[in-house]
């Protein structure tokens, strides 16, 4: 069975630093693409970055790109996401989700989630 549990959110001030971590079980992570997403209240769930299956290529929304850094560790079977230079406007509720064959940023075709963990930077 697939399970998918996001860890390390929080409460931080504006500039500070976060590491999320999604621990995946019950499937190879290798094999799937995980991506990181967010929800703030009254807003529609938004991409902000995935990590490919195999060759691990990444992408980010533009609003966390040079900020924010996923990676993988296969050892482990989990996907971090490094969050520095955190701003107000990133506060939200973080999932990270797990999908086959392809890569986006959209939450659409994404087949397993993670319950989220929330992220709240105060300015």
């Known amino acids: 069975q697939v399970h998918l549990v996001e860890s390390g959110g929080g409460l931080v001030q504006a500039g500070g630093s976060l590491r999320l971590s999604c621990a995946a079980s019950g499937f190879t992570l290798d094999d799937y693409t995980i991506g990181w997403f967010r929800q703030a209240p009254g807003k529609e769930r938004e991409g902000v970055s995935y990590?490919?299956?195999?060759?691990?290529?990444?992408l980010y929304a533009d609003s966390v790109k040079g900020r924010f850094t996923i990676s993988r560790d296969n050892a482990k079977n989990t996907v971090y996401l490094q969050m520095n230079n955190l701003k107000p406007e990133d506060t939200a509720v973080y999932y990270c989700a797990a999908v086959h064959f392809i890569a986006t940023l959209s939450p659409a075709p994404y087949d397993y989630w993670g319950r989220g963990t929330q992220v709240t930077v105060s300015s």
């Open positions: 990590i490919s299956r195999r060759d691990g290529s990444t």
